[in-house]
């Protein structure tokens, strides 16, 4: 079992920053990759980003490669999502999650709502 609980999701004005944190527990072999998703209001859930932690490396949706940076602290409990250059097309609820492999991923926390205005 993951537990996993995200915060840091405010309203920001376009051209903004934003830091979302996921503070995460459990069994870590259910934490090998975590992601942070997000759905918009009358959209599906897209995957923003995920790390897998044994190799260290990263992916990135297309809409967010070079204004988003996911990152993990050392202990691998706190997964962080930096947020820079925000657009309204950014707004959302963004969503943390852990998984095994970065294909599947079995525990997902409640959310943090962010609002990018223009």
């Known amino acids: 079992q993951v537990q996993a609980e995200e915060s840091g999701g405010e309203s920001v004005q376009a051209g903004g920053s934003l830091r979302l944190s996921c503070a995460t527990s459990?069994?870590?072999?259910?934490?090998?990759?975590m992601g942070w998703f997000r759905q918009a209001p009358g959209k599906e859930r897209e995957k923003v980003a995920h790390?897998?932690?044994?190799?260290?490396?990263?992916y990135y949706h297309p809409s967010v490669a070079g204004r988003f940076t996911i990152s993990q602290d050392n202990a691998g409990n706190t997964l962080v999502l930096q947020m820079n250059m925000l657009k309204p097309e950014d707004t959302g609820m963004y969503y943390c999650?852990?998984?095994?492999?970065?294909?599947?991923?079995?525990?997902w926390g409640q959310g943090t709502q962010v609002t990018v205005s223009s």
């Open positions: 999650a852990a998984g095994s492999n970065c294909l599947y991923f079995s525990y």
């Open positions: 459990g069994s870590t072999g259910s934490r090998t990759c």
């Open positions: 790390l897998y932690s044994f190799s260290g490396s990263t």
